[in-house]
């Protein structure tokens, strides 16, 4: 008898901790989400694929247990406790992460996602799918941005147009818009967001000391400022010649200390070699007077 | 002297310092301990080869481990040859003669090792050509490769040149030699029959040998410390790291020579050629470099403890009174400063006393090997996050401490092999040094 209340004591312990380890909790309304359609041979090859790029440098190869060794532990996917989860659980999970695992919100597009879970479920021969519930169709603005630069303006135009209910094409006005350039490390914003005016145009002045490439080009890229997602936009990429040209060779272009092995300094290649030369020269001296040790002897004898 | 002493003086020498040369009982027990030995080492290098660098403790933390301190004491220890054959013999120090072969053993065995142990810390050895083929002559990797090579051939010949004329002596004179030996002693003599030509080509070439030998120890084991200094961690980022390590390897190697002439006086009877002078000579040599060493760590330790930049304050709390005090203060007491207040006492420089100091002052020297290499990098400056306590704190695995011991058993056998084949006293010089100018080869 009190082998059993120890038991249940031990149980009771073990099933508190594993519950106060287990903190990421996926809301109820997410755990009921289905995938829009039903998974195909063809949506598991494209997870897999994703999964090698994104997923497998933690989690490992599926059903070998060889996920990295970090806290809290990825674990192995094709195992029992990953395929416990219902489909809508595991997508939250995908899509907003949690620190190690990070957020493929922006990374991963929402086909992309079922297509992991996709290939997750492939290996769980007791897997049926839910049925799955079509996205409802999209009622709000679709907006398509096109920019330009205006020479005599010294600005760069954007242009919003958007599909009108009967099919036809608008001018959108009302749009906030947000220029970027692109520089070493992600972009940097040019300007405050604007909004496009009745003809659905914003415009942006453009610095006149940006530096560009050899040739003055700037990779500029134009959004729309739309953080709820209520929209759906396209942005516009441009590749304009109106920044100042900048050549600035890399840092490993030059003979340095820093640099690769053909960009080494010539004084160390040169110490180096003469170093080696001459000390190894001695050596060869030394060992041609051993081999004339012998030579001496036999004239002698 | 006549030419009956003549005779007599050179037949003794010769006896004495060649009896050890047959294959004997204790010999083959010995050697069969340390090859078994090494058969478990390379066992646990193999597991180590099959499933990877992470058999041993080594994590992200800590990549450098037992592996890389083992490396660092081996071309201390290698260096002794330097001091000992170019320093001392270049300023003629005669007391020298019998310990010189000793040190240039010493010195081969440990140079020749060294080179393996680094590929014991490599998870792909066998991509160990691509540090010529991809190198870089700016970086001090390929320049610890090019040096330690160097030495070593330096060294070789350094131990081989002065034998040239042992082997003439011992391949005519010793009748006792196994017959199987003979040839080899008659091939690496090199026909030598004491001619001055020879004699000249020999002396020189040795003169030369010793000149080079100074630059090139003091290169291996600077740019051996530059592996460390030249990147910025608490610890190592340091300009006196080169003076640092080369004034501990003379440490390291004088202690090793004096356990050397020790176990040579003892086993093969040389009471008469190591004789208490040696000792109490060798254990000056062993105080003074040990003052010099005293001094760059006071260097090492006292001028950032002034400054305490973050990461040094917590590397020097961890060693002053943290976690590896006491590992820090058994090395810096025990190894360094109790040493040196003894060995000033003629009396703890008798061979008996200086061999325990000599023992003390060695494994607290691999020890302090240890500290410079693991402590600092448990705090890296950029934790890494979400990582599993073990790799937070470094522990050497079983199978790590076999691999790190192998290089040790290597190093006994190649001392073992040259000291019982070849004559561990110059022979040749000895006999020169007692007045003996000419010896009869006929």
């Known amino acids: 008898m009190r082998f059993k209340n120890l038991l249940i004591i031990i149980f009771i312990c073990s099933v508190g901790t594993r519950v106060a380890a287990q903190t990421w909790i996926v809301p109820d309304d997410q755990k009921a989400v289905v995938a829009p359609v039903k998974f195909t041979p063809d949506m598991q090859k494209q997870g897999e694929q ?21 806290t809290p532990p990825p674990g192995d996917l094709a195992k029992d ?44 021969p007791k897997y049926v799918q839910p049925n ?4 409802a169709a999209f009622t709000g603005r679709i907006v398509t941005l ?24 608008g001018l959108a006005s009302g749009v906030e818009v947000m220029l970027f350039v692109k520089r070493y490390f992600g972009k940097m914003q040019v300007g405050d967001i604007k909004t496009t005016n009745a003809k659905g145009e914003a415009a942006f002045e453009f ?95 | 002297m006549t030419m009956d002493d003549n005779k007599l003086t050179i037949d003794k020498i010769t006896a004495d310092l060649t009896h050890h040369i047959r294959i004997n009982k204790g010999f083959l027990l010995w050697m069969g301990f340390l090859t078994v030995s090494l058969l478990i080492c390379l066992y646990a290098y193999s597991l180590q080869l099959r499933n990877g660098l992470g058999v041993a403790g080594i994590r992200d933390f800590v990549t450098w481990g037992m592996y890389l ?15 000992i054959s170019a320093v001392l013999g270049l300023i003629g120090m005669k007391w020298l003669t019998p310990i010189t072969r000793i040190a240039e053993t010493i010195a081969v065995a440990f140079a020749a090792v060294a080179g393996l142990v680094i590929v014991s810390d490599m998870g792909r050895p066998e991509r160990l050509a691509y540090v010529f083929i991809y190198g870089r002559p700016q970086s001090p990797i390929l320049w610890d490769v090019t040096v330690i090579t160097t030495y070593f ?5 350094l131990l081989f040149l002065p034998m040239i004329a042992d082997m003439a002596i011992i391949h005519r004179k010793v009748a006792s030699l196994p017959s199987w030996l003979k040839p080899i002693y008659k091939t690496l003599s090199l026909n030598f029959t004491d001619q001055p030509e020879q004699n000249k080509i020999i002396s020189r070439s040795i003169r030369i040998l010793l000149i080079l030998l100074i630059p090139a120890a003091l290169s291996i084991h600077t740019v051996t410390s530059w592996l460390f200094a030249v990147t910025s961690r608490a610890g190592w980022d340091s300009t006196v790291f080169g003076p640092y390590f080369v004034s501990g390897a003379f440490v390291a190697g004088s202690a090793a020579v004096i356990i050397a002439m020790y176990f040579f006086r003892k086993n093969y009877k040389l009471q008469d050629y190591l004789t208490d002078l040696h000792f109490n000579n060798m254990g000056k040599v062993l105080a003074t470099v040990s003052l010099v060493y005293l001094y760059f760590n ?9 400054k305490l930049k973050r990461a040094d304050a917590v590397h020097l709390q961890e060693l002053f009174a943290g976690k590896d005090a006491l590992m820090f203060w058994l090395v810096q007491i025990g190894g360094l400063i109790l040493p040196i207040l003894f060995l000033l006492f003629r009396r703890f420089r008798k061979p008996g006393p200086v061999l325990l100091i000599s023992i003390a002052v060695l494994i607290g020297a691999w020890f302090k090997r240890y500290l410079i290499v693991i402590p600092t990098q448990e705090h890296p400056f950029l934790p890494i996050q979400h990582v599993p306590a073990n790799f937070m704190h470094y522990s050497p695995t079983l199978i790590e401490t076999l691999i790190s011991v192998a290089p040790f058993i290597l190093v006994l056998i190649i001392i073992t092999l040259i000291s019982k084949f070849f004559p561990v006293i110059p022979l040749h010089e000895t006999a020169v040094e007692k007045g003996i100018d000419h010896i009869k080869f006929d």
């Open chain 1, 146 to 169: 096109a920019m330009q630069y205006s020479d005599p303006m010294k600005k760069v135009l954007v242009t919003a147009t958007e599909q009108l209910k009967d099919g036809q094409k």
């Open chain 2, 298 to 306: 006071i260097n090492e330790f006292l001028v950032p403890g002034y």
């Open chain 1, 50 to 70: 994703l999964y090698s790029k994104n997923c497998q440098s933690c989690h490992g190869n599926m059903g070998k247990d060889n996920w990295a060794k970090l």
């Open chain 1, 132 to 135: 799955p519930v079509a996205k």
């Open chain 2, 153 to 157: 051939v330096l060294s070789l010949l």
């Open chain 2, 69 to 83: 301190s083992n490396f660092v004491f081996f071309v201390a220890a290698s260096l002794i040859g330097m001091l």
């Open chain 1, 81 to 124: 406790k990953a395929q416990k989860q219902t489909d809508g659980e595991i997508f939250y999970r995908i899509t907003t992460g949690k620190i190690p695992m990070p957020e493929f919100r922006n990374i991963l597009s929402e086909d992309e996602r079922w297509s992991l879970i996709a290939f997750m479920r492939s290996f769980n």
């Open chain 1, 207 to 301: 610095p006149a000391d940006l530096p560009g490439n050899k040739e003055g080009y700037v990779e500029l890229t134009a959004t729309v400022n739309d953080p709820k997602s209520v929209m759906m936009t396209t942005p516009a990429n441009a590749n304009l010649a109106i920044g100042v040209p900048t050549d600035k060779p890399s840092l490993t272009a030059t003979r340095a200390w820093w640099s690769t092995r053909a960009n080494a300094p010539v004084w160390i290649l040169l110490t180096y070699t003469l170093s080696v030369l001459i000390v190894w020269g001695f050596i060869g001296y030394i060992v041609m007077s051993i081999l004339r040790i012998k030579k001496l002897s036999k004239g002698d004898a």
